[in-house]
């Protein structure tokens, strides 16, 4: 979510950002909040029943999923 964070307290930035999050797949979506809430890999991964691995990999796709949602918009 780096590219979001050089505006950080905009509303208008925070209502795109969670419009594009509302676009997610629901796991998807409480991953990047759980990512979002600052929470570790581990409890990531033990809240969703996921390997540590799996939520590096998974955080890193959805990063790319809205970064695509918000080119394309």
């Known amino acids: ?3 979001w964070l050089a505006e950080e307290g905009s509303d208008g930035l925070h209502e795109e950002l969670y419009a ?3 676009q997610l797949s629901n796991a998807d ?3 990047i909040f759980l990512y979002l809430d600052g ?3 581990h409890d990531m ?3 969703m029943g996921l ?3 799996n939520i ?3 955080i890193h796709r959805i990063k790319q999923k809205l970064k695509t ?3 394309d918009k």
Do not use: H, P, Q, Y
């Open 51 to 53: 390997s540590v691995s």
């Open 1 to 3: 979510m780096e590219f």
């Open 29 to 31: 979506k409480a991953l």
């Open 45 to 47: 991964a033990e809240t």
């Open 20 to 22: 594009l999050i509302d």
């Open 56 to 58: 590096g990999t998974r």
């Open 69 to 71: 949602l918000n080119t």
């Open 39 to 41: 929470a570790s890999e």
